[in-house]
């Protein structure tokens, strides 16, 4: 099985690259982002430590976090979303090694982790090569000013917290260049499992 990372700034469209893959060569996707809501859910992993370290006022009735008002905090807060990211990332970081091991006993081909910290967090520890999934800043604002209705500011404070692309291009080991026509982007995708022999299912 090949263990894949994928990661790049955000509106470079991740998802839609992990969803053509995980349609044509049947891989197996985990988004780190996914992992940290259900390590925080009640009874999980994170939980009781996150709640210590907010207080009760972040829980609600039904017992579940107040996801909004964590981020608002921590968006106020950089020292207090440090010391989050202390808490759950460890814990992301150990169920989707469990999780790798699991679907190597089911034979799957490809698993691929999708993390927006895969190189912060050192991924590259348990993935075979790690992606970097490219769309120039101009490309990427657009996206995210039409998709998600963010305004030019808000999407340059994001990409002042993010790695530069050099930073990006130097720690992986594949490129796809997602800033064109999507075609382009599958022709791409293709060589590279074709390089790989890793065939197409679909």
Known sequence: MKVIGVTGGVGAGKSEVLGYIAEHWNATVVEADEVGYLVMRPGKACYSSIVDLFGT??????????????????????????????????????????????????????????????????????????????????????????NRGYSEEKCRSIFRN????????????????NSDDFEKTKEQIQQKMQRMQIDEVM
């Open 57 to 146: 006022e972040i829980v609600k009735e039904d017992q579940t976090l107040d996801r909004e008002l964590i981020a608002k905090i921590v968006f106020e807060n950089k020292e207090m979303l440090t010391k989050m990211n202390g808490i759950v990332h460890p814990a992301v970081k150990e169920y989707i090694k469990k999780a790798i091991k699991r679907e190597e006993e089911n034979e799957t081909n490809i698993f691929i982790v999708e993390a927006a910290l895969l190189i912060e967090d050192k991924y590259d520890e348990i993935c075979d090569e790690l992606w970097y999934i490219y769309a120039d800043e101009e490309t990427r604002m657009e996206r995210l000013k039409q």
């Open 162 to 177: 993010q790695l530069s692309e050099e930073e990006f291009s130097d720690h992986c080991d594949f490129e796809i260049d």
